[in-house]
Each structure stands twice: as structure tokens, then as C-alpha cells.
């Protein structure tokens, strides 16, 4: 079973950025989608960035054109780059990949003046 763990998260203001980072325990060649979720007070958890075989990728409105989602094979990692960052940002992030994944305990971020 394979672990996730998020860093990257912290208090940012409107406007900033923040590059979020998932650690897989095992080989990124395992899985073929790699995902990053969030979730606000309150609120379901949704689905923000996705990647799947072949490159392709997928980003919920609200932040396209802001928010890149990438890989690194060698590292086992999965990246979240979040530019001009808003506060309807701020919620937990979990990344997770298929198939047969799991969720970590997600990282926080904080989006406030």
C-alpha cells in the first residue's frame, strides 16, 4: 500500500505563491493518474488538479491558468505549483493516485492578508 505525504502548505498572502510537494513510498511508475485535492471548513472535499497517463491534465475552474500540476519519476514526487493565490484558496491539500491510492494527512493552506 503505498504512503503519501504532503509538505509545502503554510500562511501566504493574496497574491503569493506556494510549490506543494507529495512523497510517494513507492515508484510513481505504479500508478497511472496522479491528483491534488482540497478541502475547506465546511465544505466537500474537491477535486483541484489531476494528470493522467499521457500527460494530459485537468484543473477546476477556479484555478486554472494559476495552479500547474507536475511529476518527478526519479524523486517519486507530485507537485502543486499555486500562483496568485486567493483567499477561496485556503483549505487542506491532499494529493492521491490510482489506482489503489490513499490519503495522507493533507497540508495546510492559509491564503489571508
Known amino acids: 500500500q503505498v504512503q503519501l505525504v504532503e509538505s509545502g502548505g503554510g500562511l501566504v498572502q493574496p497574491g503569493g505563491s506556494l510549490r506543494l510537494s507529495c512523497a510517494l513510498s513507492?515508484?510513481?511508475?505504479?500508478?497511472?493518474?496522479m491528483a491534488w485535492y482540497r478541502q475547506a471548513p465546511g465544505k466537500e472535499r474537491e477535486l483541484v488538479a489531476i494528470m493522467y497517463t499521457g500527460g494530459t491534465t485537468n484543473y477546476v475552474d477556479s484555478v486554472k491558468g494559476r495552479f500547474t500540476i507536475s511529476r518527478d519519476n526519479a524523486k517519486n514526487a507530485v507537485y502543486l505549483q499555486m500562483n496568485s493565490l486567493k483567499p477561496e484558496d485556503t483549505a487542506v491539500y491532499y494529493c492521491?493516485?490510482?489506482?489503489?491510492?490513499?490519503w495522507g494527512q493533507g497540508t495546510q493552506v492559509t491564503v489571508s492578508s
Open positions: 513507492v515508484s510513481m511508475l505504479r500508478f497511472s493518474t
Open positions: 492521491n493516485v490510482g489506482p489503489r491510492g490513499s
